[in-house]
């Protein structure tokens, strides 16, 4: 099989569909979580995940989404320069997405060439700890996955929310990968393509795409201009779609 293993599209459609285009035909397309926030394009893109029939699980920006919209903060910021791009995707959202994200499992299970696989979008909520020890691993393999997975001679983990691919293997028979952002890298990662990962027959492959962020910038210097986004968001945008050597920039002048 040749699986497509995606994570962290956050609103990015334009990555998602220059991965598309990179990786070619696939069996499957699995999706680590946090579809949303930190970019401008909720609805385009939860829309492709749906219509690539995307196995998708929730990731933590996917459920903070939804709790900014049950509390109605996004109102209450609104025109301000505490609005944030999550308060932008409330906005834009719509009514049959949001209710895709409220049906998100917080994790998956599947096979594929004789492999079992985990799929969960991070190992602790509020935290970036990833499981180190084969303990770790089997502790948290027997929550969330089914015990008959336990008999399979190859096991891997899939993990998203820290935006930096990884294959860590803890022995023979287990490992766990982290395929990367689609869209956007941590501070000290200049690499602005979209990341994603081939899994063929078994084998993991690491890929990544150029792809055009200028609408994406474009609308970020709308806030810019307009004065109306917090700051910060706002030089995370720069460097994530723009040129900005780091995320802490001073903004461009409007």
Request: glycine share 6%.
């Amino acid at each position: 099989m040749r699986l497509l293993i995606l994570s962290d599209a956050h609103a990015n459609i334009a990555a998602l569909k220059a991965v598309a285009k990179d990786a070619g035909k696939v069996d499957a397309i699995y999706f680590a979580g946090d579809a949303v926030d930190y970019g401008t394009d909720p609805n385009e893109a939860i829309d492709w995940l749906r219509e690539q029939n995307a196995h998708c699980v929730m990731g933590n920006h996917d459920r903070h989404l939804l709790n900014i919209l049950d509390s109605g903060e996004a109102e209450t910021f609104r025109g301000t320069r505490q609005y944030k791009w999550v308060h932008d995707n409330c906005d834009r959202i719509s009514s049959k997405n949001v209710a895709f994200l409220r049906g998100l499992p917080m994790g998956l299970c599947f096979t594929a060439d004789g492999v079992a696989y985990l799929m969960r979008h991070q190992l602790v909520d509020g935290s970036y700890d990833m499981p180190e020890s084969l303990q770790a691993f089997d502790d948290d393999w027997r929550v969330h996955a089914s015990e008959a997975l336990m008999s399979f001679n190859q096991r891997r983990m899939i993990f998203g929310h820290t935006h930096r691919r990884c294959v860590h293997q803890l022995d023979n028979d287990r490992l766990w990968l982290n395929p990367g952002s689609v869209s956007y890298r941590r501070p000290d990662d200049r690499d602005k393509r979209a990341h994603y990962m081939l899994i063929e027959n078994g084998n993991i492959h690491f890929r990544a795409v150029d792809y055009d962020r200028s609408a994406m910038l474009a609308r970020a210097m709308a806030y810019v201009r307009a004065g109306t986004m917090l700051e910060t968001d706002l030089q995370d945008a720069m460097f994530f779609f723009g040129n900005a050597l780091t995320s802490r920039e001073p903004l461009p002048k409007a």
